[in-house]
């Protein structure tokens, strides 16, 4: 059974950064695609940034400029690194993971994904 597991989150005044960590176990190939996505009270859970197996980076609209994707395959560790944070950020964020590859289109999509984290808490404060 694939497991992940977030770490890193915080609260944070606005323009500060975080870097959140997703540990994943049990992928029983090196092919997978993962993403982060973020929750917020009353909203939609929206992606927010993914990485495929070979590399390619997918960016919402929102994060562009300010958040940045990486993994470490040695280690099985996805990280998303949040720069300029705004108050607006505040969410609870989730990694995903899925073997294989995705479409472009749907690397952001929660359907995509069958494998969930339990979730870290971002609070960023004005």
């Known amino acids: 059974q694939v497991q992940l597991v977030e770490s890193g989150g915080g609260s944070v005044q606005t323009g500060g950064s975080l870097r959140l960590s997703c540990v994943v176990s049990v992928m029983t190939s090196p092919y997978y695609y993962m993403g982060w996505f973020r929750q917020a009270p009353g909203k939609e859970r929206e992606g927010v940034a993914a990485v495929d197996g070979a590399g390619s980076l997918t960016y919402a609209d929102s994060v562009k400029g300010r958040f940045t994707i990486s993994k470490d395959s040695a280690k099985k560790t996805l990280y998303l690194q949040m720069n300029s944070l705004k108050p607006e950020d505040s969410a609870m964020y989730y990694c995903?993971?899925?073997?294989?590859?995705?479409?472009?289109?749907?690397?952001?999509?929660?359907?995509?994904?069958?494998?969930w984290g339990q979730g870290t808490q971002v609070t960023v404060s004005s």
């Open positions: 995903a993971a899925n073997y294989g590859t995705t479409p472009v289109g749907w690397r952001l999509k929660e359907a995509a994904y069958p494998y």
